[in-house]
C-alpha cells in the first residue's frame, strides 16, 4: 500500500514562508502526477499545485507564491510557500495518482498537515 507522510506545517506569521515535504513510500517515477490539495474549514478541498513529468500547474490563487518540486533520490515532493496570506490557512494533503489501463486513476492521499498563516 501506498504512503505519502506529509511534514512542515505549522504557524506563520503573513508574509512569512513555509516548505511542506511528502515522502513517499515507493518511487516517484511510478506516480503519473503527484500534488498538493488543501481544505479550509466549511470549503471543499481544492487542488493548489501540480507536477506531472516536470510540468506544473498552480491555482490561481497561489501562482508566483508557491512552488512545487521533486527530490527524485528521496522520493519526495516539496511545496514552498512564500508570502503566506491568511487565506492560505487550510489542511494541506499530499496526493500522488497513478494511472493504470486496467483499473484507471488510483489516488493516494497523506494524512493532512495544518497551515495557520495569522499574526
Known amino acids: 500500500q501506498v504512503q505519502l507522510v506529509e511534514s512542515g506545517g505549522g504557524l506563520v506569521q503573513p508574509g512569512g514562508s513555509l516548505r511542506l515535504s511528502c515522502a513517499a513510500s515507493?518511487?516517484?517515477?511510478?506516480?503519473?502526477?503527484m500534488g498538493w490539495y488543501r481544505q479550509a474549514p466549511g470549503k471543499q478541498r481544492e487542488l493548489v499545485a501540480a507536477?506531472?513529468?516536470?510540468?506544473?500547474n498552480y491555482a490561481d490563487s497561489v501562482k508566483g507564491r508557491f512552488t512545487i518540486s521533486t527530490d527524485n533520490a528521496r522520493n519526495t515532493v516539496y511545496l514552498q510557500m512564500n508570502s503566506l496570506k491568511p487565506e492560505d490557512t487550510a489542511v494541506y494533503y499530499c496526493?500522488?495518482?497513478?494511472?493504470?489501463?486496467?483499473?484507471?486513476?488510483?489516488?493516494?492521499w497523506g494524512q493532512g498537515t495544518q497551515v495557520t498563516v495569522s499574526s
Open positions: 496526493n500522488a495518482r497513478r494511472i493504470s489501463r486496467i483499473y484507471g486513476p488510483s489516488d493516494y
Open positions: 515507493e518511487s516517484i517515477f511510478s506516480f503519473n502526477a
Open positions: 507536477i506531472n513529468s516536470g510540468s506544473t
